[in-house]
Nanobody, 121 residues
Framework: QVQLVESGGGLVQAGGSLRLSCVVS????????MGWFRQAPGKERDLVAT????????YYADSVKGRFTISRDNAKNTVYLQMNSLRPEDTAVYYC??????????????WGQGTQVTVSS
């Protein structure tokens, strides 16, 4: 059974930073593409960033480009999201997700339970 466990959320003032972590178990992490999503109250879940199996290819939503950085440590089965220059509109529950790494986009099969990030103005 694949498990994804996020940590690192919390309350931070605007302009501050947080680093989210997601530890994956039950699957070969080095063959898994990873992503971070977020969902604000009353809104749909949005893609924030993705990273391929090696870390050599990343994607960012326009809203976070230049402020957030996704990375991974395959030796620790962990993916990170470094969030800098946080804004109140970044407030959401953040989820990590995984799927088999593939040149063809496939559904995100694995999901964590989410971690709350709240940015105060």
């Amino acid at each position: 059974q694949v498990q994804l466990v996020e940590s690192g959320g919390g309350l931070v003032q605007a302009g501050g930073s947080l680093r989210l972590s997601c530890v994956v178990s039950g699957r070969t992490f080095s063959t898994t593409a990873m992503g971070w999503f977020r969902q604000a109250p009353g809104k749909e879940r949005d893609l924030v960033a993705t990273i391929n199996w090696s870390g050599g290819r990343t994607y960012y939503a326009d809203s976070v480009k230049g402020r957030f950085t996704i990375s991974r440590d395959n030796a620790k089965n962990t993916v990170y999201l470094q969030m800098n220059s946080l804004r109140p509109e970044d407030t959401a529950v953040y989820y990590c997700a995984g799927r088999p790494d593939s040149p063809v986009a496939t559904p995100w099969d694995y999901w964590g339970q989410g971690t709350q990030v709240t940015v105060s103005s």
